[in-house]
């Protein structure tokens, strides 16, 4: 293989990811809990082998989001007779997608469940307003750029009324 197309198949991934984190509102949200799984496990004493399974658990999520987000793609509008193999195809993968989601979430919790640091925290940002504030604007941002601006005004008018 020659060294240009070794480093244009590079350059094709990182293009997948690129469309994906446009156009993929689920891999949007993945990328924010990641950065907050990151975050507050700094909250935490965590070993180089526990790093390594969050590490796992994340990535392991975004590909086969990423793989679902391109096999949705293949089948998207397949031919009447096809339609149902698609759907199921489709299902399937997003199937993967939330078995792996419940196992990364169950192995979170097994890793980030521990209530004296969760008190930690608590004390960490109400001694520091200003962080507590760039948290919370932080989260309002992860949310814009997960949902969208439209979606997140359409939560706000049903509250208000």
Same mark, same amino acid.
């Given at each position: 293989m020659r060294k240009g197309r070794f480093i244009d198949s590079f350059i094709?991934?990182?293009?997948?990811?690129?469309?994906?984190v446009k156009e993929e509102r689920n891999m949007r949200?993945?990328?924010c809990t990641a950065f907050y799984v990151y975050l507050f496990s700094l909250f935490y004493d965590f070993t180089k082998t526990q790093y390594a399974v969050i590490t796992i658990l994340i990535?392991?999520?975004? &590909?086969?989001? #990423? %793989?679902?987000?391109? +096999?949705?793609r293949c089948v998207e509008r397949p031919s009447p007779d096809k339609y149902q193999? *698609?759907?199921?195809?489709?299902?399937?993968?997003?199937g993967a997608v939330l078995i792996y989601s419940i196992g990364a979430a169950v192995g979170g919790i097994l890793l980030f469940w521990d209530?004296?640091?969760f008190g930690k925290m608590l004390r960490f940002f109400m &001694?520091?307003? #200003? %962080?507590?504030?760039? +948290?919370?604007?932080?989260?309002?941002?992860?949310?814009?750029?997960?949902?969208?601006? *439209?979606?997140?005004?359409?939560?706000?008018r049903k509250k208000g009324k």
């Open positions: 094709y991934a990182v293009n997948g990811i690129k469309t994906a949200f993945h990328l990535t392991g999520v975004i &590909a086969l989001e #990423l %793989l679902n987000s391109s +096999l949705e193999i *698609a759907g199921v195809v489709k299902d399937m993968a997003a209530v004296s640091v &001694a520091r307003p #200003l %962080l507590l504030i760039l +948290l919370i604007v932080s989260l309002v941002a992860a949310a814009f750029f997960t949902f969208g601006k *439209a979606v997140l005004m359409d939560v706000f």
